[in-house]
């Protein structure tokens, strides 16, 4: 059975199709040829008036013919293309789904762990403070988990709340990694603002705050360094805000800069299941970063030598589109020089 | 390398949180516990450290675990392994096994179900310790042969000759 699985591959039945289709149109015109000049032969052997035998012209013919054939390939390739990425989706789907249950009961398992461990023995309390911390950690990361999910259905059906206020980005971000320190206890994050410009930008908190912590969760899961380093760098650039997100984690190659970016894409490999994560925190990152009318890019140097990760925002369009005046007057204007190292 | 009495379990988990938990409730079943959070450095403390069972993750950094349990199964056909991962169904199980595991317990799994499989698989490291020689049959039949400057010891699974030691497989011992 295994031997003639190749005759069912979908580009054999693509290629054999077009074969088919293009021999199919060879022959009704070769065969349309003959029958033509048969008949031909007949009128001028029998002395028939020409034009009541033979009134359509052969070009016609063969022209509706191979328009008709160019329609057919046409419908061949495009559902051979639909077929192909929909094979990819499924492949990525099923990707996802293996390591979405991973992201899933990982925590679980940790939960249930301990707790059982409570029952089974009397512990010290401060070991108990220690368990109970990892316990609360795995909470957070399964309401994260949980939260992504429905985050994606959210973005993806554009059902979230369109509230955008006026914010100034870097004390929101400071801001934000104050908040969330806990979660990052072994990472070294420092937030830089070299040009102590305020720079006043429209967002929906809720969103901005998911695309920080996909892209901060992601330097600390995917980083294999002693330490975990962070830079949270803001450039502006002509018209644009350029927020760069460094860090010393694994990297990627060259051509995965755009890939990472794809929904369900993992880095690491499936196949030898060093893959992990659910695949959607980069993909929900730019999606939230094209609703603020900006874009997310990735760049490395290679694996394990880093990532960048930049959020570019566009200024000038916003100060036309919404904001108070009062944040207007402030907008560009140098404060002091911001720089935070923070451990 | 100290000697001790205690039975060695080496977990190979990157997940810190479970493998400290693990760590602390074999450490309280009176089990020497070591941990090691990805494939590599898993491999490492497997040949530094020789323990009596390893407990294994599969979706490991670096290296996975099933190659992780390949690397092992060449150089050791008897040292127990447990699997403790996430993937649960028959197909992953079967992959366990033909790769060589000894068990497979999917996560997540209840504490008693795990301590009891681990105190298994030691009962079982004890018989081959009894039956393979390392006791009684040691004492019978000498355990290393010298022949020039090469030396063969059977009992530490070593070799020693002019290119440095080399490791024995399991076929070797036999």
């Known amino acids: 059975m295994k031997q003639i699985k190749w005759f069912y591959h979908p580009i054999f039945v693509f290629i054999f199709s077009i074969i088919a289709l293009a021999s199919s149109l060879v022959l009704y015109i070769y065969w349309y040829m003959e029958v033509s000049s048969g008949l031909d032969a007949m009128i001028r052997k029998f002395n028939i008036e020409y034009e009541q035998a033979l009134r359509s012209e052969t070009w016609v013919v063969i022209l509706v013919l191979s328009i008709l054939v160019a329609i057919i390939l046409f419908g061949i390739f495009t559902i051979f293309v639909y077929h192909l990425k929909t094979m990819q989706l499924y492949r990525l789907q099923h990707n996802f789904i293996n390591n979405f249950t991973h992201e899933l009961k990982t925590p679980v398992t940790s939960l249930k762990l301990y707790l059982e461990t409570f029952l089974r023995h009397e512990l010290a309390r401060e070991d108990q403070i220690r368990y109970i911390r990892y316990m609360l950690n795995d909470t957070e990361r399964l309401s994260e988990n949980i939260n992504r999910i429905l985050n994606l259905g959210h973005i993806e059906s554009k059902s979230y709340a369109e509230e955008f206020t006026e914010t100034d980005l870097y004390p929101f971000i400071r801001i934000f990694y104050e908040n969330n320190r806990h979660l990052f206890e072994n990472a070294e994050i420092k937030t830089d603002n070299p040009s102590g410009n305020t720079f006043f930008y429209p967002v929906n908190t809720a969103l901005f705050e998911m695309l920080l912590m996909n892209l901060m969760t992601n330097t600390v899961k995917y980083n294999i360094s002693e330490k975990v380093r962070m830079h949270i760098r803001f450039e502006k650039q002509k018209n644009k805000l350029c927020i760069f997100f460094s860090d010393n984690g694994i990297g990627f190659n060259r051509e995965e800069r755009k890939k990472i970016f794809r929904k369900f894409y993992q880095a690491g490999r499936s196949e030898n299941m060093t893959a992990k994560g659910s695949g959607l925190g980069l993909f929900l990152a730019q999606n939230i970063a094209r609703i603020h009318k900006g874009k997310m890019t990735a760049d490395s140097k290679g694996p394990g030598k880093g990532a960048v990760f930049t959020l570019t925002l566009p200024l000038q369009k916003r100060a036309k589109s919404k904001g108070t005046p009062e944040n207007r007057k402030n907008e560009g204007k140098p404060e002091k020089k911001n720089s935070d190292h923070r451990r | ?174």
């Open chain 2, 1 to 174: 390398m100290k000697e001790s009495r205690k039975k060695r379990i080496l977990i190979i988990e990157d997940e810190i949180h479970i493998a400290e938990g693990l760590q602390l409730n074999l450490s309280l079943q009176g089990y020497e516990v070591q941990i090691a959070a990805d494939g590599s450095s898993g491999l490492q403390l497997w040949k530094e450290w020789q323990p009596h069972l390893i407990v294994l993750d599969i979706m490991l950094p670096l290296i996975d675990g099933l190659s992780v349990l390949q690397s092992i199964r060449l150089e050791d056909e008897r040292l127990p392994v447990l699997i403790l991962s996430a993937k649960g169904s028959s197909k992953d199980r079967i992959k366990g096994f033909s790769y060589g595991t000894d068990d497979y317990l999917s996560k997540p799994f209840h504490l008693e179900e795990f301590l009891l499989r681990v105190e298994r698989l030691m009962t079982r490291v004890s018989w081959y310790e009894g039956s393979s020689g390392l006791s009684e049959k040691t004492k019978e039949s000498p355990c290393c042969y010298s022949f020039g400057n090469n030396r063969i010891d059977f009992q530490n699974a070593k070799a020693e000759c002019h290119c440095g030691t080399i490791r024995l497989t399991e076929i070797c011992r036999k």
